[in-house]
């Protein structure tokens, strides 16, 4: 659902009678928001063998060669290096689906070139997990762009009281 049918969905209409928030409303919506990331989490550790790659993580990786190519931010290619690196191995399962729903956005004109850029910064930072038996894949520096490490711009929610 987007955000224009949710907003029609939770429209309130004329008639109803307004009421303060219930004391349990911000904790539910905290519940909310800790079981989106936990979701998220879980998906982003699906694996799958790195000798089956398909045609789907061929474009996606080619779609990040070519990005890397034209870029001169040197934090941008170390995540492109990054998720190539993962894109290889097969580690990841969303990771090509994301990378292809990304490219289509950009073909099409949707984003622009610095607005693609920092979603794969986003997409390295939520993939790339280096560990201590695991020297190849670099941890991405801390300083990300803004647009990479916030928080969503916005949360519909709906209390009900009895």
């Given at each position: 659902?987007n955000?224009?049918?949710?907003?029609?969905?939770?429209?309130?209409?004329?008639n109803?009678?307004?009421?303060?928030l219930?004391?349990y409303?911000?904790?539910?919506?905290?519940?909310a928001?800790?079981?989106?990331?936990?979701?998220?989490?879980?998906?982003?550790?699906?694996?799958?063998?790195?000798?089956?790659?398909d045609?789907?993580t061929?474009?996606?990786?080619?779609?990040?060669?070519?990005?890397?190519?034209?870029?001169?931010?040197?934090?941008?290619?170390?995540?492109?290096?990054n998720?190539?690196?993962?894109l290889?191995?097969?580690?990841?399962?969303?990771?090509?689906?994301?990378?292809?729903?990304?490219?289509?956005?950009?073909?099409?004109?949707?984003?622009?070139l610095h607005?693609?850029?920092?979603?794969?910064?986003?997409?390295?930072?939520?993939?790339v997990?280096?560990t201590?038996?695991?020297?190849d894949?670099?941890?991405?520096p801390s300083?990300?762009?803004?647009e990479?490490?916030?928080?969503?711009?916005?949360i519909?929610?709906?209390?009900?009281?009895l």
């Amino acid at each position: 659902m987007n955000f224009v049918e949710a907003a029609a969905l939770f429209e309130a209409k004329n008639n109803e009678l307004s009421i303060a928030l219930p004391e349990y409303h911000h904790s539910q919506v905290q519940k909310a928001v800790s079981k989106f990331e936990q979701d998220l989490l879980l998906n982003a550790t699906d694996t799958i063998s790195g000798e089956h790659t398909d045609a789907n993580t061929n474009r996606a990786k080619k779609f990040l060669r070519d990005l890397r190519v034209d870029s001169t931010d040197e934090k941008f290619r170390q995540g492109c290096n990054n998720l190539l690196e993962l894109l290889e191995k097969g580690t990841i399962t969303n990771l090509a689906n994301e990378l292809r729903k990304l490219r289509l956005k950009y073909d099409k004109n949707e984003i622009k070139l610095h607005q693609a850029e920092n979603l794969v910064l986003q997409l390295a930072v939520k993939y790339v997990h280096p560990t201590d038996d695991d020297n190849d894949t670099e941890a991405l520096p801390s300083d990300l762009p803004v647009e990479v490490t916030d928080k969503p711009d916005i949360i519909i929610t709906e209390t009900f009281s009895l």
